[in-house]
C-alpha cells in the first residue's frame, strides 16, 4: 500500500506521487514484496536526502535499509531481484539488455505527463483535474 509512513527496516521505493502511472508502477511494485511505498513530495528524512529530492523530480528511487539507492531502471531490477526474481533481474542488467532498459526507462520518464493523460486521465501529473464541460451535470455534494 501506498503511504507516507517509513519504516527503516524495510527497502523504500520513492517516486513521483502526483504522477498517475508513477502511482500505478509503485502499486505494481509493493505487490511484489514488502516495502516502503512513498511518494517523494511526502517522504521523511531519512530516507530522503537534498540529493534524492532533485533525483526523485526524474526517476524513481529504490532506498535499501543500509541507505544504499537505486536510481530509475537499476531501481526497478532491484525490486525485481528481492522478489523472487533475480535470475531475471541479472540477465537484464547485462549488455545490451541494460542499454536498452535504461534507455526505455528514460524515454517512458521523460513522458510519464503524457502517458499519464492518455492512460491515468483522474490523475495527471500535477495538474488539477479537468474542469467539468458545461452539458454535463454536476452531482451535488453533501
Known amino acids: 500500500m501506498i503511504t507516507s509512513q517509513y519504516d527503516p527496516t524495510r527497502t523504500t521505493i520513492l ?65 525485481l531481484a528481492e522478489t523472487g526474481w533475480g535470475w531475471f533481474a541479472k540477465f537484464l542488467m547485462l549488455p545490451p539488455f541494460v542499454w536498452i532498459g535504461r534507455a526505455g526507462y528514460f524515454v517512458i520518464a521523460r513522458n510519464r505527463r503524457t502517458i499519464s493523460k492518455i492512460f491515468f486521465k483522474n490523475q495527471v501529473c500535477g495538474l488539477p483535474p479537468a474542469p467539468a464541460k458545461p452539458d454535463e451535470k454536476k452531482e451535488p455534494t453533501a
Not at 22 to 33: F, H, P, T, V
Not at 46 to 64: D, Q, R, S, W
Request: charged share 20%; proline share 9%.
Open 15 to 79: 517516486f513521483d506521487g502526483d504522477c498517475g502511472f508513477c502511482n500505478w508502477s509503485a502499486e505494481i511494485l509493493i505487490k511484489r514484496g514488502s516495502y516502503n511505498a512513498i511518494p517523494a513530495q511526502f517522504a521523511p528524512s531519512p530516507p530522503m536526502t537534498p540529493e534524492l529530492k532533485v533525483g526523485c523530480e526524474t526517476a524513481v528511487y529504490v532506498v535499501e535499509p543500509s541507505g544504499k539507492a537505486h536510481r530509475g531502471y537499476d531501481g526497478v531490477m532491484h525490486v
